[in-house]
């Protein structure tokens, strides 16, 4: 069994629905990628930040409720009413509809329509793909002007 569990800073790990070693790697310990339903891949930035890339039934988009093909996980903070910086964790999903103008999705989601399953000869094209996408996601932020007015009109009745 070959392991592309590492490389380039990327881990692969199974989610094969069995708790036993016997379909992870000897070497690594942890089980290779099979196919986008059967893996999560868990990618770690410059900033060696935990990125997760969830594709194993990922949520569906959370703007338009489509399915996608990729969420991903990242550590996010903001600023409490105190001026604290809070932790945590954002999500976001790779959406076909929302996302087919933003370049850096574009391109990902291109790599879903070619390819079917992730080969070891196909991690890297994959790991900066992904980069590119979540560098974009991260950077995505609420308009706090459109929420407001959003939360006006749902108010009076208007949504």
Known sequence: MRCIARR???LILGVFGRSDNAARCR???RAPARDYGTALR???SEEDDEIVLQLADPPNCPRCG???PVSARFPH???NAGGEEVPGMREGTLCPVCDRDEPAAGGLLA???VHKTLEPSELETFHNLSAAWVAVARARHVDQQ???DEY???RNGEL
């Open 66 to 68: 489509g399915p996608g």
């Open 77 to 79: 903070s903001w600023k």
């Open 42 to 44: 868990r990618a770690v």
């Open 8 to 10: 380039r800073g990327v």
């Open 111 to 113: 790599f879903f329509a």
């Open 146 to 148: 459109q929420l407001a």
């Open 152 to 154: 006006e009109r749902s």
């Open 27 to 29: 070497s690594c310990r």
